[in-house]
């Protein structure tokens, strides 16, 4: 097969280029680098040319409502149509465990994508997991004043990175299947504990406040609204054997 990965060079797509490519396909990675501007919609005809399936899993570092539906409804909307144009049949979207009862800030962007990708007219495969290991490193980075780091009160069900892209690249080899089940790690973690313990495992110094965030967002994250039913699939890798094995 060929795979095209929108998003290939992120977090979850490095790994999902790595296991297209172990599973014996061609990887396309979809990035400025390859001349494929995704929000503006250029360069993406001349690469999708004999691509099977599309992997989109594109994200954008914001809490801002508007900017994130302005990203995921672009890049959705011009995948999906140069997809049409192309032939590909088979486009396989990354979205958030619980977005959809909590579409406010980036999670009314997925909100926005689901939409664009199920009304669309690409045959599809829709799958939602929760927050990744690498969350606590980047809340750690992106919160911080001096040695003092706010962190959201928030439950999770962290899943390995590598383990949503070997989900994804399953799904793309089995053809469109619609909405999945959700994929979440194996065990439920206070957000403020994982920063900590990555803090800790990593050799940052500093103290870690947890704050409680106002409005339908705190609430969600607080109350467990992204945090998957007894439905889910689960991951194996938990958060302490990730830490363990991150590079020294």
């Keep these: 097969m060929r795979i095209a990965v929108a998003g290939g060079t992120g977090t979850v797509g490095r790994h999902v280029v790595d296991v297209v490519r172990e599973h014996g396909h061609e990887a396309v990675v979809l990035s400025r680098s390859s001349g494929v501007d995704l929000v503006a919609g250029t360069g993406l005809d001349e690469v999708l040319h004999g691509v099977d399936a599309v992997v989109d899993v594109t994200s954008v570092m914001t809490q801002s409502g508007k900017e994130a539906v302005r990203f995921f409804g672009a890049v959705s909307t011009n995948l999906l ?6 032939g590909v049949g088979h486009h396989v979207a990354l979205s958030v465990v619980g977005s959809d009862r909590a579409p406010v800030g980036h999670y009314a962007g997925k909100v926005v994508q689901e939409e664009l990708v199920t009304a669309g ?6 799958l939602r997991a929760t927050q990744f290991h690498e969350f606590a490193g980047q809340l750690l980075g992106q919160l911080g004043f001096g040695p003092v780091h706010p962190v959201p009160v928030m439950r999770s069900q962290p899943v390995a990175a590598r383990e949503v892209a070997e989900r994804l690249v399953g799904l793309a080899e089995a053809g469109p299947a619609g ?41 969600a ?19 302490a054997r990730w830490l363990a094995e991150l590079p020294g």
Excluded: C, H, K, N
Excluded at 221 to 239: E, K, N, Y
């Design 121 to 126: 007219p690409v045959p599809w495969t829709l």
């Design 81 to 86: 149509a140069a997809e049409a144009r192309a």
């Design 221 to 239: 994250f607080r109350d467990g609204t992204l945090v998957p039913g007894p439905d889910a699939d689960r991951g194996v890798q938990t958060f």
């Design 179 to 219: 909405r999945v089940p959700d994929l979440a790690g194996p065990e439920v973690l206070r957000m403020t504990d994982m920063v900590r313990s990555y803090a800790r495992a990593t050799g940052r110094g500093g103290v870690v406040i947890p704050v409680p965030l106002p409005g339908r967002l705190g609430r």
